[in-house]
T-cell receptor, first 115, second 116 residues
């Protein structure tokens, strides 16, 4: 079974700084998807960024980028020029390429951006 | 935009009561999911469904059941609520269409259940 581990329960940075959230996962499969989801306080969870394992290029979405290290089974999220609106819970998630459509989530990292 | 609506944001129930959590999505998605969110544990899958009247157990199905009579609606049922079921419950849906945003889940706002 796949597992996802986020080893940083909480992080806090100043506005405009860059922050990196860590995620490791365990799987025996070669093709799969990885995701970062954001859950703002009292609001619904939304997708931040997605990476397909068969793509070597790291995904980027504006200020958000990932460092995908397939051999190390590591998938970190970098937020550049952090903003107050980035304050949220962040979840890393894994999905098999084929078969069951369910996502397996990590424990989450609570990120606080301070003014 | 995809909209996933959960019927209740906050519920308070007594031990032993039967609890229904309703979820409706408006994008004709095949897949629907119920997750439970607890601090330090992340999201854990309770049940999911990939078609009407079809269901599969997730990682923590004990004490729960589900119903999917229509494609847009997926209900989570706690037959006899217990205090250890106090939690945030998240409903989500996704599409299986080829070429679609494979794997992306669309979430509801969550239902926070307190069992006294």
């Amino acid at each position: 079974a796949q597992t996802v581990t986020q080893s940083q329960p909480e992080m806090s940075v100043q506005e405009a700084e860059t922050v990196t959230l860590s995620c490791t996962y365990d799987t025996s499969e070669n093709n799969y998807y990885l995701f970062w989801y954001k859950q703002p306080p009292s609001r619904q969870m939304i997708l931040v960024i997605r990476q397909e394992a068969y793509k070597q290029q790291n995904a980027t979405e504006n200020r958000f980028s990932v460092n995908f290290q397939k051999a190390a089974k590591s998938f970190s999220l970098k937020i550049s020029d952090s903003q107050l609106g980035d304050t949220a819970m962040y979840f890393c998630a894994f999905k098999r390429y084929q078969g069951a459509q369910k996502l397996v989530f990590g424990q989450g990292t609570r990120l606080t951006i301070n003014p | 935009d995809v909209k996933v609506t959960q019927s209740s944001r906050y519920l308070v129930k007594r031990t032993g009561e039967k609890v229904f959590l309703e979820c409706v999505q408006d994008m004709d998605h095949e897949n629907m999911f119920w997750y439970r969110q607890d601090p330090g544990l992340g999201l854990r899958l309770i049940y999911f469904s990939y078609d009407v009247k079809m269901k599969e157990k997730g990682d923590i199905p004990e004490g729960y059941s589900v119903s999917r009579e229509k494609k847009e609606r997926f209900s989570l049922i706690l037959e006899s609520a217990s205090t250890n079921q106090t939690s945030m419950y998240l409903c989500a849906s996704s599409s299986m269409l080829a070429g679609g945003p494979t794997g992306e889940l669309f979430f509801g706002e969550g239902s926070r259940l307190t069992v006294l």
